[in-house]
T-cell receptor, first 114, second 113 residues
Framework: QQQVKQSPQSLIVQKGGISIINCAYE??????FPWYQQFPGKGPALLIA?????SEKKEGRFTISFNKSAKQFSLHIMDSQPGDSATYFC?????????????FGQGTILTVHP | DVKVTQSSRYLVKRTGEKVFLECVQD?????MFWYRQDPGLGLRLIYF???????EKGDIPEGYSVSREKKERFSLILESASTNQTSMYLC????????????FGEGSRLTVL
């Protein structure tokens, strides 16, 4: 049972464009929603994260939008660059002692063409 | 910088062999995790440990066991490897508490023939 569903599986964007990746979750007990970025041959690394008390968080060109009622959250990459080409994973976990016990989405392979 | 080191980047084993995957972290983190990464399935949690000698099953523990004898070291064991365990295995650690950030190693790609 996939508790976090991510789409699309792959995404091709031109340099300077906006990349949008969507995730939906089922478990209303989830309390922390991070996005991880993975380059080939490397482990995933935390990119940006949000907690459900806010609807949006922005860090540079990366923005998370969070819709608690719809149980959805998305990653927006503004002014996408070839260096952003990577695999992106959304994730979620419950609070308390479950912090860090992440449930991941299926991943999105982003390719940014120069 | 946090460093999570997985001892083997690439392994090739035969069906039925016992396989050990080792992971060491250098940041005195409380929690350690083993995930499996497969295309189209994302990362799935196999086991995690929140203290020395403590462990909990994740979502896909069947066919795996773990050992945490020291705080910095977390081992994944495949008692009898099977071809469906061919995958990328990722170790991670986290500080615990309200910090949900995981720090991952670079992965161990296991092929079972």
């Amino acid at each position: 049972q996939q508790q976090v569903k991510q789409s699309p599986q792959s995404l091709i964007v031109q340099k300077g464009g906006i990349s949008i990746i969507n995730c939906a979750y089922e478990n209303t007990a989830f309390d922390y929603f991070p996005w991880y970025q993975q380059f080939p041959g490397k482990g995933p690394a935390l990119l940006i994260a949000i907690r459900p008390d806010v609807s949006e968080k922005k860090e540079g060109r990366f923005t998370i939008s969070f819709n608690k009622s719809a149980k959805q959250f998305s990653l927006h990459i503004m002014d996408s660059q070839p260096g952003d080409s990577a695999t992106y994973f959304c994730a979620a976990c419950r609070g308390g002692t479950s912090y860090g016990k992440l449930t991941f989405g299926q991943g999105t392979i982003l390719t940014v063409h120069p | 910088d946090v460093k999570v080191t997985q001892s083997s980047r690439y392994l090739v084993k035969r069906t039925g062999e016992k396989v050990f995957l080792e992971c060491v972290q250098d940041m005195d983190h409380e929690n350690m995790f083993w995930y499996r990464q497969d295309p189209g399935l994302g990362l799935r949690l196999i086991y995690f440990s929140y203290d020395v000698k403590m462990k909990e099953k994740g979502d896909i523990p069947e066919g795996y066991s773990v050992s945490r004898e020291k705080k910095e070291r977390f081992s994944l064991i495949l008692e009898s490897a099977s071809t469906n365990q061919t995958s990328m295995y990722l170790c991670a650690s986290s500080q615990g508490g309200r910090s949900g950030e995981l720090f991952f190693g670079e992965g161990s790609r296991l092929t079972v023939l």
